[in-house]
């Protein structure tokens, strides 16, 4: 379930709110549950609320586990 | 002009309100057709203060439609009520190829409506109409108790003269025909929901509500023989309207989701909220169904036009008894494109 | 959009298609059950299904919260909003879903009562800020994912000592519901259901983390995959299923890795403990009662549930007996085995719980996939 969509901090508000940017959608959400998010820090946005953030790394690390040969070839480049 | 000694027509346009004597017929409607009316659609039909206009028809079929606006929000990025009744019913007379001529327009609007804003949505009417180059030259205005109507109701009727040998209809289309839109998809319904009360989401999408009337004159002019038929995919988006003419012919469509035209904002609000963006309303926007030999060159004039300049093949129309709409995703697999039942509203599921 | 579209790379998604047919193993058969209504609609609008080999199919599983609420939950909610100053506020999924007597939220708000649709808690608790002389009702449903919003309205209610707002609570549990389908007999004695694996539900995970999964892939043998919403996320994972059944493991992986940690998010479990504790059973749609699956709202912060201020008694509200629900969402049947699958049964006019919302088997099928089976009854009107 859960229709979440991961957005862009833009800015800071008070008050537990921040201004997320999802390709010129601007919206006001809470980081509530995100406390320690920064401008940059991309967010998975649901109901209005961010429940977690996205990890860059990660996200990287994934997008090569599906490209294996990509995988392979970053993994020679790492081991020594 | 008026030769005879006038009163002078007084409202009060900053901070008046309409009333139910206003729609009654006696000094103070008279008064509000004056002030409000009269200069914003300004022309010698109109002049002559009859209850109709008589024009001379051409050579050729005459072509009509109506159509209903009841728009909320009244106002809305890129447009309000009255351009968008202007450019939806001289849209719905071009779509048949015919050249729209004239147009009417019936008012009625709730008691205690803000008369700038009534003259707001007047203002913008002519505009549209006169940008358009197609005159209101008749029309009608009524006021109703409060609750009765949402701000203000616009009704209106065009003709236009569609020429001899033309003759598009939704059941034309034929197996190995192309699918062209004439640009983006889904602008203005995004547009107009930004604007609704808690959904609250910013975004610099403008409503794409347009006359097609000049682009159509010139795919017509280009290639007129290989137009099957052309429809705007207002309510229901592109999806009830390629549904409606699978149907209409008894046909099958393929279109591909990578060659479909989309805003990156529009994409983006769509996700945010649930919402297909092949399911959402258009303004300005056309589908047209050709014969195939004909298509490529159709899309390039389409994007010498200022209205189509994304305009593009999206797919082609197949055999299918069963008339379904199907897509091929951009990531490969295959769905349908179904349409819906009744307005999308935005999910979170 | 970043962080999407790369997801959605159709080159990759072919590669990873050709590994999964490469490497299922012709001679079985491979089933797994995307338990999230999320995914269920992704698998529907890419048409994944398409480019699995023959031999391995998913099952559509009843993570979808608007499919799985019973009738009487929403007959409980009409019947609040026709009472005087209530304003009821609900997320768009549930207006048109049938209740009894043919009637629905939206029919309702057509005929007077104040119903307000809302995109986020945030929303309600503005109107009830706005509009003291209202009291205000957040309709709230909802996996983990949405539950930590209505945890967080009812803290905020709190702490603003909001005299009107209140909340009628039907949040569900996610392990509970696949534990019940794992022990359901058809799974577990009878084996009608084969069920190889699980994907794990995205956005849940964020909250809850991969955790909680590790019970059921070591009881039940099943090995788990927590997978991202986008179509490679998908695909991976289930590529990921196939290795784990061909090498007879059962553990639980993460493909969500950039947005679920083993422990979710602390933060909102918190929150969620703070407000909520279990129901001791709550009548799923379609699965009957379920125990320790749901939530309500504790004693300290009574004067938000809905369901104490109001008074509302439940009236359980038996489904069509020809729908064939119950069994489709656990798995046992697809949905066009049902008779009034397309007949009766239509997006238009749903009868059950799976056609009810985008995300159901029914509606999934219905919307996006049905001219497959017509595809197919052709196929074998030409072999015979």
């Known amino acids: 379930m859960c229709l979440a969509i991961p957005a862009r901090i833009k800015e800071r508000l008070g008050d537990d709110m921040a201004k997320v940017d999802l390709d010129g959608v601007l919206k006001d959400i809470s980081i509530a549950l995100t406390p320690d998010v920064v401008e940059g820090d991309y967010v998975i946005v649901h109901v209005g609320y961010a429940l977690s953030v996205i990890d860059p790394q990660e996200a990287q690390k994934t997008l090569a586990l599906f490209d294996e040969m990509q995988a392979a070839g970053a993994l020679a480049a790492v081991t020594p | 002009m008026n030769n005879m000694k006038t009163r002078k027509a007084k409202l009060d346009i900053k901070s008046g309100r309409v009333n139910l004597t206003h729609g009654a017929g006696g000094r103070a409607m008279n008064d509000l057709i004056e002030v409000i009316f009269k200069d914003a659609f300004d022309n010698d039909f109109l002049a002559q203060g009859n209850d109709q206009s008589a024009f001379d028809v051409g050579d050729g079929r005459m072509v009509m439609s109506t159509d209903g606006y009841v728009i909320t929000p009244l106002f809305f990025p890129g447009g309000d009520i009255g351009s968008l009744a202007v450019h939806g ?80 209809s939704g059941d034309k289309a034929r197996v190995g025909d192309k699918i062209i839109v004439s640009g983006t998809l889904g602008d203005h319904g995004v547009a107009v929901m930004s604007k609704r009360e808690n959904l609250s989401f910013e975004v610099e999408i403008e409503s794409d509500s347009a006359a097609l ?27 009830a309207t390629l549904n409606e003419l699978a149907e209409q012919s008894n046909v099958g469509m393929c279109i591909r989701e990578a060659d479909v035209p989309l805003k990156p904002q529009v994409v983006a609000a769509c996700e945010l909220l649930g919402l297909d963006p092949l399911n959402v309303a258009n303004e300005g ?65 | ?10 080159q990759l998604g072919a590669k990873i298609a050709a590994s999964i047919r490469a490497e299922a193993d012709p001679k079985r058969h491979y089933s797994f059950m995307e338990f999230c209504g999320g995914h269920t609609h992704a698998i529907s609008r890419y048409g994944i299904a398409d480019m699995l080999p023959d031999n391995v199919h998913m099952i559509h599983g009843p993570g979808c919260p608007v499919c799985v609420l019973p009738v009487g939950r929403i007959d409980q909610a009409i019947e609040l909003a026709a009472r005087e100053n209530v304003t ?133 043998h099943s090995p788990v995959v927590v997978a991202g919403f986008e179509p490679l996320d998908m695909i991976q994972a289930i590529l990921m299923l196939v290795r784990q059944v061909n090498a007879g493991t059962n553990v639980v992986e993460n493909e969500f890795s950039r947005a679920v940690k083993r422990h979710g998010n602390e933060h909102a479990k918190r929150d969620v403990a703070d407000v909520f504790e279990l129901r001791k059973t709550f009548e799923w749609r379609g699965l009957g009662e379920v125990p320790y699956s749901a939530l309500r709202i504790k004693d300290s912060y009574a004067q938000f549930d809905a369901e104490r201020l109001f008074s509302m008694a439940y009236v359980p509200t038996p489904d069509n007996p020809a729908c064939d629900c119950g069994a489709i969402l656990r798995g046992v049947k697809k949905p066009t085995d049902c008779k009034l699958f397309g007949t009766a049964c239509t997006p238009d006019t749903p009868m059950g719980s799976c056609m009810v919302s985008s995300e159901g088997s029914c509606a999934a099928h219905w919307t996006y996939g049905r001219f497959r089976d017509e595809d197919k009854a052709d196929k074998n009107k030409a072999r015979a």
């Open chain 2, 213 to 239: 009337h000049t682009l159509i004159a010139d795919m017509v002019a280009g290639h007129g023989a290989a137009l099957r038929c052309m429809r705007d995919p207002t309510r229901g988006g592109l999806a």
């Open chain 3, 88 to 220: 009821l506020c609900t997320y768009g999924d549930l207006m048109r879903v049938p209740a009894s007597k043919r009637r629905s939220l939206l029919q309702a708000k057509a005929d007077g009562s104040d119903i307000r649709m809302v995109y986020s808690t945030l929303d309600a608790l503005k109107i009830a800020e706005q509009e003291p002389e209202r009291r205000v009702v957040f309709f709230a449903i909802g996996f983990e994912t949405t539950t930590p919003p209505t945890a967080l309205a009812i803290k905020v209610a709190a702490k603003k000592k909001l005299k009107n707002f209140s909340v009628f609570c039907n949040h569900v549990l996610t392990p509970a519901a696949i534990q019940n389908i794992l022990e359901s007999p058809d799974v577990r004695e009878l084996g009608t259901v084969q069920l190889d694996g699980f994907v794990g539900p995205a956005h849940v995970s964020t909250v809850i983390g991969t955790q909680p999964y590790e019970y059921f892939a070591e009881e039940f």
């Open chain 2, 89 to 168: 019913t001289v849209n719905d007379v071009a779509l048949s190829g015919a050249k729209p001529l004239y147009l009417s327009a019936g008012f009625i609007i709730e008691e205690g409506f803000p008369l700038a804003d009534l003259k707001r949505i007047v203002d913008s009417m002519g505009a549209a109409s006169r940008a358009a180059g197609v005159p209101i030259i008749t029309g009608d205005t009524k006021v109703v108790n409060k609750g009765m109507a949402d701000g203000v109701f616009i009704t209106t009727a065009g003709v236009g003269v569609v020429p001899k040998g033309l003759e598009l």
């Open chain 3, 1 to 10: 959009m970043k962080y999407v579209d790369e997801f959605r790379n159709g």
């Open chain 2, 285 to 349: 926007k056309l589908i047209a169904i050709v014969a195939p030999e004909a298509a490529d060159d159709l899309v390039a004039l389409m994007r010498a036009h200022p209205l189509g300049r994304d305009a593009a093949v999206i797919g082609d129309v197949v055999a299918d008894e069963r008339n379904f709409v199907r897509m091929k995703t951009a990531f490969g697999g295959e769905r349908m494109v179904d349409w819906l039942s009744g307005e999308q509203l935005p999910r979170i599921c």
